[in-house]
């Protein structure tokens, strides 16, 4: 058992920085409530039970890419993350503050309006494309880099792609002249470059020759 005065010895270098978290934020919730038994909660029903309703103030600065997680959990914030948690509370930027009538009243309507950060973490953008100019390097049997054979100093795609953008990749490439084909007595026609051909309903009139001889072209043979 601690005698008093004696530090706490932690086992691991994970330990001491939950414990350094921990210590940072339960003096600074004891220090604007004035209740030196007071501590910090790190579970969404604890924390708005008993920090938000019980002393009507909220945690700010919490970055918005940390979940809120218990910090003993599976999932809980990378030591890095709680190394930023750190720095911000020691530095002011996360902090204690009292909350609204309208918070309490949100608060009690739903937890997720009363933790400090996000419950679930953000979602990735899509990245349906992975050839964003890579490649293996190539080793002689003596252990020495063998330079490419060709420059690769084209255009290069872009590693994300935005909503915008997917939406407009589903037109066919510019400057791409529509095709038409007949079969079986039916104009078709293939006009955004997908390879899908679509029925050609109203005036054919232009469509086609009618001398051109792949107007009788079967397509089955």
Same mark, same amino acid.
């Given at each position: 058992?601690?005698?008093?005065g ?8 994970a330990?001491? =920085? ?10 600074a ?31 700010? +600065?919490? $970055? ?12 809980? $914030?990378? @030591?890095? &993350? ?15 503050? /009292? ?15 009363a933790?400090? +950060?996000?419950?679930?973490p953000? #979602?990735?953008?899509?990245? #349906? ?15 020495n ?18 909503? !915008?953008? /997917?939406?407009? !990749?589903t =037109? +066919? ?5 529509? *095709? ?5 007595? @039916?104009?078709? *026609? ?8 679509r ?11 009618? !001398? &051109? ?9």
């Amino acid at each position: 058992m601690l005698s008093a005065g004696q530090p706490f010895i932690y086992a691991t270098n994970a330990g001491y =920085v939950r414990g350094r978290l921990r210590t940072t934020l339960n003096k600074a919730l004891q220090q604007v409530t004035g209740d030196r038994r007071a501590k910090m909660r790190y579970t969404p029903e604890a924390f708005r039970k008993h920090v938000f309703l019980c002393y009507n103030v909220k945690l700010a +600065g919490w $970055p918005e890419n940390i979940p809120f997680r218990n910090l003993s959990s599976r999932d809980a $914030p990378s @030591i890095p &993350d709680l190394w930023r948690l750190i720095h911000l509370a020691e530095s002011g930027v996360l902090y204690f503050t /009292a909350v609204t009538r309208e918070e309490v009243d949100a608060a009690q309507l739903s937890v997720a309006n009363a933790v400090p +950060g996000p419950l679930f973490p953000a #979602p990735l953008p899509k990245v #349906p494309r992975r050839d964003v100019g890579s490649r293996k390097p190539r080793f002689d049997g003596g252990g020495n880099f063998v330079a490419p054979r060709h420059e690769r100093n084209g255009p290069k795609s872009a590693a994300w792609i935005g909503e !915008e953008v /997917a939406d407009s !990749e589903t =037109v +066919g490439p510019a400057g791409l002249r529509p *095709i038409t084909m007949w079969k079986d007595g @039916i104009c078709c *026609i293939q006009d955004d470059g997908s390879g899908v051909w679509r029925e050609v309903t109203g005036d054919l009139s232009g469509m086609e020759d009618p !001398e &051109d001889p792949i107007r009788d072209w079967d397509c089955a043979v």
